[in-house]
């Protein structure tokens, strides 16, 4: 009899979970494995948790579950990994917009041009919540619309500066880190300048030519898109990679949520040669990584004399994420290769320091595992990290240029220091403390749009014209009242004297002498 009852309740958990799962589609069409990386944990776990998940992307997974379902556009677009060289400066934040606006433009074509892609399109299959990636392009939103599902916008890094005003937060460049440029939340006079420049030239390329270029794109195939920027209003929330314990509180609307963190999984023991050197590590570990994008062998000579001669000088052992195999090194001091279990290493009870170029996934697994960072940020949203690195107590910044073989000294001494280490566990610990994982969090937002498709969850700030959000129209009330106060002061004021003018002068009559 118990058996007969626990199979009926097998059965109809069974029952509940299929009626409850979600149709659920997933447009990622840029080709950045690192952003990626970061996605595929969160729609993996939409997968285990029983919805059917289908995706779009340039990454199709090896060993997907029955109800993860790929619609692959690998092959089709060069992978941006290993690209870009250990270099800062104006050109290359110049060049990174062209990138942007390129890559957008030819993400768009790829992924419209797919005959899967239309296939999907034209077949209308119900979806009950499509995920889009918020990065270089917003021509996913198109196929959104045609497919008639509420939207949910997600992020593997801080927001880009053509962002703020379609979820309606606020950016006021003397107190919000702009994603491509130093400063943090406390700039100089004129990071502030560069940073109201520099947001100019990306929303005026962005608004000007990826997304007019995206609409064409669309209109080829489908003749009835609204305007791209009106449909990104209509994004019911954003999923945004952030957590106020690492990049400081903001001013976001109840519809962008923080879930930062999600993708870092439990850190597995180290195998082969790796864990025999790191088993013979007796001061520890020091890792040094520039991530999957910026190519660390590219490093200027003078850099690389100068990181080896600052780890002569310390007692750890290092591990360095290098491209090839050209560097002379002292094999028991310094371990290198081309591809590193990252989080295993961080995970590490030996590890202790990251040399990092500030990327939002590294840094996140940092904090994960309480390992205190030296940020040499290098593009992107790096140097935006790297100030929050600072400003949260998880480590220190050294700008590329100023690294010098005492400079790093003084840097890795720093976060080497016990007290330093205590306060970045502390850091760490309120990392983890949280009402639910940020994994959790993600997974039920998403849920949450599935179950109220018809509501409307943005801010009133996204729909209030410019000159109404600067009260500009308020301003030109009172102006005009002390104009035409102004004016007709200076009226009463010249009749006045005009009157005055004008009345006859009295003249005393002269009396004759008696």
């Not at 007969?4 to 069974?14: A, D, E, K, M």
């Not at 703020?164 to 491509?180: M, T």
């Not at 200027?300 to 080896?308: F, W």
């Amino acid at each position: 009899m118990k058996c007969i009852s626990l199979t009926v309740l097998l059965s109809v958990l069974v029952l509940i979970n299929h009626t409850n799962a979600l149709n659920i589609l997933g447009i990622f069409p840029y080709q950045g494995k690192s952003h990626f990386f970061v996605f595929r944990i969160y729609l993996r776990e939409l997968a285990n948790r029983g919805h059917n998940v289908t995706v779009i992307s340039h990454f199709p997974e090896k060993d997907a579950p029955a109800n993860y379902h790929d619609i692959s556009l690998a092959g089709s677009i060069k992978v941006v990994e290993n690209d870009l060289p250990v270099e800062r400066s104006y050109k290359i934040i110049l060049g990174i917009c062209l990138f942007l606006t390129a890559s957008g433009k030819e993400n768009c074509k790829v992924m419209v041009s797919n005959k899967q892609v239309r296939d999907l399109i034209d077949s209308k299959p119900k979806f009950d919540v499509i995920v889009v990636e918020q990065f270089n392009s917003d021509c996913a939103l198109g196929l959104a619309y045609k497919l008639g599902a509420p939207v949910v916008g997600m992020t593997s890094h801080i927001l880009m500066p053509y962002h703020y005003k379609r979820y309606g937060i606020p950016y006021n460049p003397a107190f919000v880190s702009f994603h491509f440029l130093e400063g943090g939340t406390k700039p100089t006079l004129y990071q502030r300048v560069e940073r109201v420049l520099f947001d100019a030239y990306f929303r005026i390329f962005y608004y000007l030519i990826s997304q007019r270029s995206d609409q064409n794109t669309l209109a080829e195939y489908y003749h009835d898109i609204p305007p791209l920027e009106d449909l990104a209003r209509e994004i019911k929330f954003l999923l945004l990679y952030h957590n106020f314990v690492l990049t400081g509180s903001r001013l976001f609307p109840s519809n962008v949520i923080e879930v930062g963190g999600y993708h870092v999984p439990k850190a597995k023991p180290l195998t082969g040669d790796l864990k025999k050197f790191v088993d013979a590590a007796e001061h520890g570990i020091i890792y040094i990584s520039f991530g999957s994008v910026v190519q660390c062998s590219t490093m200027p000579e003078d850099k690389v004399q100068a990181i080896l001669g600052a780890m002569n000088e310390l007692p750890q052992r290092f591990i360095w994420k290098w491209e090839n195999k050209s560097m002379n090194f002292n094999k028991n001091k310094l371990y290198i290769a081309d591809w590193l279990p990252q989080v295993d290493i961080l995970g590490h009870p030996k590890t202790l320091a990251f040399v990092s170029h500030a990327g939002m996934g590294g840094t996140t697994e940092a904090i994960h595992n309480a390992v205190p960072v030296v940020a040499v940020p290098i593009i992107g949203d790096q140097p935006a990290n790297a100030a929050a690195i600072e400003e949260s107590g998880l480590g220190v910044q050294l700008q590329i240029q100023d690294i010098t073989k005492s400079n790093l000294l003084s840097a890795l001494k720093t976060i080497l220091d016990p007290k330093f280490r205590a306060k970045v566990k502390m850091v760490s610990q309120a990392w983890h403390d949280r009402p639910m994982t940020p994994l959790d969090t993600a997974v039920y937002w998403t849920e949450f749009v599935a179950r109220y498709p018809n509501f409307t969850f943005r801010t009133a700030a996204a729909e209030v014209p410019l000159y109404q959000y600067l009260n500009l129209d308020i301003a030109a009330v009172f102006l005009t009242v002390f104009i035409m106060t102004y004016l007709v002061f200076k009226g009463l004021k010249s009749i006045c004297c005009m009157r005055r003018s004008n009345k006859p002068v009295a003249t005393k009559k002269k009396t004759k002498r008696q």
